[in-house]
């Protein structure tokens, strides 16, 4: 048998609740902050590749050309990945804890980008992201390797060999 609660304790109770769940708002300082970070970040990327076509155009070396040319393409992409690592957590945050994001729940693009129920769902997709960052950053260093021994190739196949273990995990459940 359930007992009735002085009215004052519930009233209290009540505005304590209502300030719990208004402080969901907070959510909106990462939701910012992250959309602010991805813009900066898919800049500074963009920026890299407009580098990149200048020194093409501008006519030099082919060989120095060339030796940035992969330096540069990996870490633009690294940046790209980053940002929109950033903007799907916005996203997900804002959907999670604000409200659901009306012209993404029209557009056929909302159901394949924005598919996040649960926080679970949101891990799922950033870890997806972490894991690509995770193998381009590799691939940007072995770009720099000098490898002076058969043993350090050898090191590289197990990391090429872990990249492919982690992508068929990642992509198991689908």
Known sequence: M????????????????????????????????????????????????????????????????????????????????IGTFLLVFALGLYELFISKIDPAEKDPLGERVLVIRSLEDLKEKLGRLVIMVLIVSFFKQVLHLEFKNPLETLYIAVGVLMISLALYFTHKRD
Not at 48 to 76: R, T
Request: glycine share 4%; charged share 15%.
């Open 2 to 81: 359930e007992t009735q609660k002085h009215p004052i304790i519930r009233k209290v109770e009540l505005l304590f609740e209502n300030f719990l769940w208004n402080t969901r708002w907070l959510v909106l300082v990462a939701v910012i902050a992250s959309l602010l970070s991805s813009f900066v970040i898919f800049m500074v990327g963009f920026y890299e590749v407009l580098h990149l076509v200048g020194a093409f155009l501008s006519g030099g070396s082919y060989k120095h050309f060339y030796a940035k040319l992969l330096s540069v393409v990996i870490a633009s992409v690294d940046l790209f990945l």
